[in-house]
């Protein structure tokens, strides 16, 4: 018998603390999603792909502690006209929800589902983190698959009058949330998802996203504030012709946060955005860990993918971006796009960049551009000699940076309330 | 209005004295100009004034009405009344025109401890004061500066200048770059501005300028002094015979 290594004992440490359902119709692929986590064993380290953000935290059976945050703003899109969907440390909490039907929208819950055979959600559900392993490995997105707890089923019909709205309340300091949302967009539907709050003091999430041809599918999330919650998110998404993904995701505060988006252009005339703007702040003890990881694949012809990330980081936050086009042979026209910047603060917090295109066809568009900088001293002085005092003008020059990431998303109000938020989140430090 | 009593400044960065001790006294209602050769320290002047850092400030005084100017922060300084025209104007990409105005103007009234200018009225006073100086909607909607051509920027200093009403202006080679056509326009848009309370300082190398707004008193500089002062005929003599026989003659 060959000894175990420290990753496999860390692997099997894990999963000892999980509980995995072994009946219903998600027990296959929870089996199989089983297989993955114990072939490729947890992250650690000494992984490539964890280079810049230490797993520890998120791999441990039991969850560092995290306490609540209140604040007195209002939730975020509270005061638009919505279908709510809330997640309380994780659990679905039906009274807190809105009823779940909608014209042009089926919706169910993965838990309640258990007993049920719904066909379109068997034949999605692990599937694309599946087929998101390749060329890297998603340990924690398989832990996922096997061991999620609830989430939401989408099927999209038609075109609902309002968006879906996924609330994560966090009310427990040890809670660690495991959730696994399928989303199937069928051809020429149209949806909006929202989603806001900080889940649990841990959240393993996964979000897959399959759209058939000429769909469309907006994605807006804010993470929650409570300083010391930690989150691995997942979205994995297939993209058919002509079909439409967007999503912008803002995260204030947060010890440790890494998103990952895989996506997949399988359709001609495809077009995918994934946008983010991140504030962190590392003041008062606090840490703040940001992680942007991203994988598009260019599969089809004359596709557009276009990646803005922007951070701002400040008394030692640490920001990360990891992106990646890859574009096959045969995906001709193809037109990527690929921006990340940081502004920092201070000397003291840092931004770390690894972006990557791999191009098989030759007539392809791509561009990736990476910078990190300082405040524009000269823009600064400008504006403080037509009098606008130091800290205002830093705080106008910092949402004029962010803003080109929040111009991604398409809903003006959206984005509006998305700048509110951090124009609020800037002013309480200064 | 502005008085200025041997002031000394030096680079912090390579400990070269620029300014070698100024004497300038601008009254209100009226526009000095002060001319000179490049690197003689005009612009030097117009930073230090306005409080741009780089600079050391190691002997001297810029009083404001009474108020020590190299005691406060820039933005105090504008508060109190200081507006430096940029020679060249800066991009601020992000921020809208309108909305830096605004902030600028509300920031300025609010130090000040004025009522701040509601939307309403700002807005009307914006689109005024911007057709006269030939701006439209367009270039009031876009990120500050950005994209806008020579005269479009020097147009937007004098906007600014307008929308501020500042009681010190200093004009920092506003005539660079500019077409003829454009520099009647931004001068016609300071001239508009003249007026009893209010001090100008235009900092030119030309006579050109100083024919659209005519000075009361001109004064050349050289290697970091006011050597010669003297009324509007200075200027003309200035772009007859070119300043090395003026600097001669005071030598």
């Known amino acids: 018998m060959a000894l175990a290594n420290p990753k496999q004992t860390a692997t099997e440490a894990r999963i000892a603390a999980l509980t995995i359902p072994e009946s219903g119709w998600t027990a296959p692929a929870r089996k199989a999603a089983l297989a993955r986590l114990r072939k490729e064993g947890l992250p650690d380290r000494r992984d490539e792909y964890w280079k810049f953000t230490r797993p520890d935290s998120l791999v441990t059976p039991e969850v560092p502690k995290a306490a609540t945050f209140t604040h007195d703003e209002g939730p975020i899109f509270g005061e638009r006209d919505r279908l709510k969907i809330v997640f309380v440390d994780g659990v679905f909490d039906a009274d807190a929800s809105d009823d779940l039907s909608m014209e042009g929208i089926e919706i169910g819950m993965l838990a309640a589902e258990q007993g049920a055979d719904i066909h379109w959600a068997r034949d999605l559900y692990g599937t694309l983190e599946e087929r998101g392993q390749d060329p890297v490995d998603r340990p924690l997105a398989a832990l996922n698959t096997a061991a999620a707890t609830d989430g939401v089923l989408i099927r999209v019909t038609g075109k609902p009058s309002k968006p879906v709205s996924l609330i994560y309340r966090h009310q427990s300091d040890t809670s660690d949330a495991v959730l696994h949302h399928v989303l199937r967009v069928e051809s020429g539907a149209a949806l909006t998802v929202l989603e806001n709050g900080p889940a649990a003091a841990r959240l393993n999430k996964v979000m897959e996203i399959d759209i058939a041809d000429g769909g469309t599918l907006h994605h807006v999330r804010a993470q929650g504030r409570d300083h010391d919650r930690r989150a691995v998110t997942h979205i994995f998404a297939r993209l058919g012709r002509e079909s439409v993904l967007k999503s912008f995701t803002m995260t204030a505060n947060g010890r440790l946060t890494r998103n990952e988006a895989i996506v997949e252009l399988t359709g001609d005339d495809a077009v995918v955005h994934i946008a983010g703007a ?61 921006k990340s910047q940081s502004l920092l603060l201070d000397g003291d917090s840092q931004f770390l960049a690894k972006p990557e295109l791999e191009i098989y066809a030759d007539d392809v568009a791509c561009s990736h551009g990476s910078t990190s900088g300082a405040i524009d001293e000269t823009a600064l002085f400008y504006m403080r000699a037509r009098g606008v005092p130091h800290r205002e003008a830093t705080d106008l020059l910092t949402l004029a940076f962010l803003g080109e990431a929040i111009d991604e998303i398409e809903d003006r109000d959206l984005g509006e309330e998305i700048l509110a938020r951090i124009e609020s989140w800037l002013a309480r430090r200064r | 209005m502005l008085k200025i009593t041997d002031l000394r400044a030096s680079l912090e960065v390579e400990d070269k004295e620029i300014l070698k001790g100024v004497d300038l006294e601008v009254q209100a209602g009226t526009v000095h100009a002060i001319m000179g050769p490049n690197g003689s320290g005009k612009s030097t002047l117009s930073y230090v004034l306005s409080g741009k850092g780089g600079y050391e400030v190691t002997q001297g005084s810029a009083m404001l009405e009474g108020a020590d100017l190299l005691e406060m922060e820039p933005e105090e300084r504008a508060a109190a009344g200081l507006f430096l025209a940029f020679q060249y104007p800066v991009e601020i990409p992000g921020v809208g025109n309108m909305t830096f105005l605004r902030t600028a103007v509300n920031s300025q009234r609010k130090a000040r401890g004025e009522d701040e200018l509601s939307a309403t009225d700002f807005l009307k006073e914006i689109r005024e004061k911007a057709k006269a100086l030939k701006i439209d909607a367009d270039m009031l909607k876009r990120p500050v500066n950005v994209g806008f051509s020579g005269g479009e920027k020097k147009r937007n200093e004098v906007l600014q200048m307008a929308m501020l009403e500042p009681k010190m202006c200093i004009l920092d080679e506003t005539d660079s770059g500019l077409d003829i056509d454009a520099m009647k326009l931004v001068a016609d848009g300071v001239n508009a501005l003249r007026s009893e309370g209010r001090g100008f300082l235009v900092i030119t190398h030309y006579q050109r300028l100083l024919d659209h707004i005519k000075p009361d008193v001109v004064h050349i500089m050289s290697e970091g002094r006011i050597v010669k002062s003297g009324g509007p005929e200075l200027a003309l003599e200035v772009e007859h015979n070119g300043y090395t026989d003026i600097l001669s003659e005071v030598a």
Do not use: M, P, W
């Not at chain 1, 276009?306 to 995906?331: D, P, S």
């Open chain 1, 278 to 338: 991140c504030v962190g702040d590392g003041a008062n003890g606090g840490e703040f860990h940001h992680d942007d990881t991203v994988f598009i694949t260019h599969n089809a012809e004359n596709c557009e993918s276009r990646q803005v990330f922007k951070k701002v980081l400040r008394n030692g936050a640490v920001g990360v971006f990891q992106g990646k086009i890859l574009v096959k042979a045969g995906a001709q026209k193809t037109d990527g796009y690929q």
